[in-house]
């Protein structure tokens, strides 16, 4: 029972309380020294770079700084304007203006985290202020950030583009309409729940107020265009597009909105790099586990297993995504996916679903893992933001996280809509 | 203890900035067609994986590297306190190994990168750096804490 030792170890080492990381490790070089067969343990370091020493992961940093410096520059406050000034009027206005400023800041920021604090700390205390519910605040936070990593650029995506040898560019595009259609399921959950609860409406803004909003957000509305326009048209790879992103964050930060200023840089990039790294270093020591997994055929054997009980794709999914939906309750995302992408790979090859189909569907899965306990990232972020109990968040949640598992459905069943733009630019590259 | 943590994080961004210098030279070469930079690639991985190594290094002055508490959490105070030691001995273990083996990667190493004249072993060298940083950052973090179950032991027997 070779896997049994593998993870057995590793998730006894987690649930102890050991960093993702050095557990990953250690069960694997226990199992090395337990079973290896011979092979030696310089296999450990060795994977630990080869898992982080690959150029489409350079798009990582990049993508990172690029939001840390848009943040600085001042894009969060003007993008929280220019939605008010469009969705504001409707009643709940603020709620929607939540959901609107994720979708657009998704277009240059690859994590949910960032997003929610970055939309949290201006709106949270906005919408408290104005008679909101906490609660409910800390909520369509939580919920709305989800949106970040499904629409490009995503750091997850980059990160099961290279696990799952897919496309980063194709896996970004499949991204564009769940996550538009996202921000459409949580408008509808809001416009209910608003309704019923009378929330307020903020004054119908003149069309010189409207015009003015969106001059001022018109460098933050530019980002995603020239993002995803240069990586749609295959003018430039995702890393070069993150190295743009950063560029184009400096010049708006430094040149146009002039909020930036040299001495935040030594703490951005800093922040930057630590935050990089600790994401990074699991990627490597998930490289030591996926080549046992590749070396051990434990992939083999999910297939033989799972095809003896059900050959049809359709069922499969169905598996698949209760199975992560478990997974992003119980661990970070990034450490379910790194995990189990290497397990699950090979039966997806094996039934013909394709990987890109599947890529979009799992971090779909686990960006929904991040609103429940006991492993809920976002939830506990914005509970402490908006100072209420994570227990009311997560009732207040639930609404949203019913439309956020609608798109999920959706998506993994109509692989035509995931895969339309992805398909669409086939061609152009 | 905490010069080094900090000392370590600005290598990192140092690190990280030199990245995104090398990043914009790439683009600018294959965009302008002015010059042509071939080495940029292999240079650019060598420092992203410095950038990773020394990063997460400071991440273990921090504390921050990403774990899961909330079973330990629950328990008494004093098995969180042993259940503490275990696992960060565990980590030490793995760290001296990984120190060890990384260690003779370098040795071994003789091949050079494609495009510049440079050894390959400094890529693995990272690894030997960043987890000995790894085992000092440990050891700041455990000996307070070992200094603190006595001192509380002696102020309440």
Same mark, same amino acid.
């Given at each position: ?107 240059? %920021? ?6 929610? %604090? ?9 919408? @408290? ?48 309409? +769940? ?20 929330? +307020? ?47 184009? %964050? ?98 997806? @090859? ?48 639930? +609404? ?30 | ?74 328990? /008494? ?66 000996? /307070? ?13």
């Amino acid at each position: 029972m070779s896997l049994g030792i593998l993870f057995g170890t590793f998730f006894l080492l987690l649930l102890a309380g050991m960093p993702v990381v050095f557990a990953m490790g250690l069960a694997s070089a226990a199992f090395l020294v337990v079973i290896g067969g011979g092979i030696p343990l310089t296999v450990i370091p060795h994977q630990m770079v080869a898992g982080i020493d690959n150029f489409p992961l350079l798009a990582i940093p990049f993508f990172f700084l690029a939001g840390e410096l848009m943040n600085a520059a001042g894009i969060t406050q003007r993008l929280v304007a220019f939605a008010t000034a469009v969705v504001g009027h409707i009643r709940g206005g603020l709620a929607y203006v939540v959901i609107v400023t994720n979708v657009v800041m998704a277009g240059f %920021s690859g994590t949910a985290l960032a997003d929610a %604090s970055a939309t949290g700390s201006v709106l949270i205390p906005a919408m @408290k202020r104005q008679g909101y519910h906490a609660e409910f605040s800390a909520a369509i936070t939580a919920a709305a950030a989800t949106i970040g990593p499904i629409i490009p650029p995503s750091i997850p995506m980059i990160i099961y583009a290279v696990v799952a040898e897919v496309s980063v560019g194709s896996l970004f595009l499949a991204g564009v309409i +769940p996550g538009l259609l996202m921000g459409t399921y949580l408008f509808a959950v809001v416009y209910l729940i608003s309704r019923r609860r009378g929330y +307020p409406v903020q004054a119908r803004s003149t069309w010189r107020e409207l015009v003015t909003a969106t001059r001022r957000a018109s460098w933050a509305l530019m980002a995603p265009v020239i993002i995803l326009g240069g990586i749609v048209t295959g003018v430039v790879t995702p890393t070069e597009a993150g190295v743009l992103a950063v560029i184009y %964050s400096l010049a708006v930060g430094f040149g146009v909105h002039r909020e930036l200023k040299v001495p935040d840089l030594p703490g951005i990039f800093c922040r930057t790099a630590v935050g990089t790294a600790v994401i990074m270093i699991i990627v490597g020591a998930s490289g030591v586990m996926g080549w046992l997994v590749a070396n051990m055929r434990i992939g083999e054997t999910v297939v033989s297993g799972v095809t003896a009980l059900t050959q049809s794709p359709w069922m499969i999914l169905l598996l698949m995504n209760l199975f992560f939906l478990i997974v992003g309750c119980l661990m970070d995302p990034l450490a379910g996916m790194l995990i189990f992408i290497p397990v699950f790979m090979p039966l997806i @090859k094996h039934v013909h679903i394709d990987p890109v189909h599947f890529g979009l569907v799992v971090v779909l899965n686990l960006m929904i893992g991040l609103l429940t306990p006991p492993v809920g990232y976002l939830l506990f972020m914005s509970a402490e933001m908006a100072e209420v109990s994570i227990d009311a968040v997560i009732r207040e949640v639930t +609404p949203l996280l019913i439309a956020l598992l609608a798109v999920l459905a959706i998506s993994t069943y109509w692989p035509s809509m995931v895969m339309l733009i992805p398909n669409l630019f086939q061609g152009l590259k | 203890m905490r010069t080094l943590g900090v000392l370590l994080e600005w290598m990192a961004g140092l690190l990280l900035f030199a990245l995104l210098a090398v990043g914009v030279l790439q683009v600018t070469s294959r965009y302008t067609g002015l010059m042509f930079v071939p080495w940029t690639e292999e240079v650019a991985r060598l420092l992203f994986v410095w950038v990773v190594w020394i990063g997460a290094a400071a991440a273990v002055f921090r504390g921050s590297h990403i774990r899961f508490d909330f079973l330990v959490a629950r328990l /008494p105070q004093p098995m969180k306190a042993g259940i503490g030691t275990l696992v960060t001995l565990g980590v030490a273990g793995f760290l001296i190994l990984l120190v060890y083996h990384a260690y003779e990667i370098v040795r071994s190493t003789s091949s050079t990168f494609i495009t510049i004249n440079l050894s390959v072993k400094y890529t693995y060298l990272s690894v030997v750096v960043g987890s000995s940083l790894m085992l000092l950052g440990l050891l700041g973090a455990l000996l /307070p804490r070992l200094r603190g179950a006595q001192g509380r032991r002696g102020s309440h027997p």
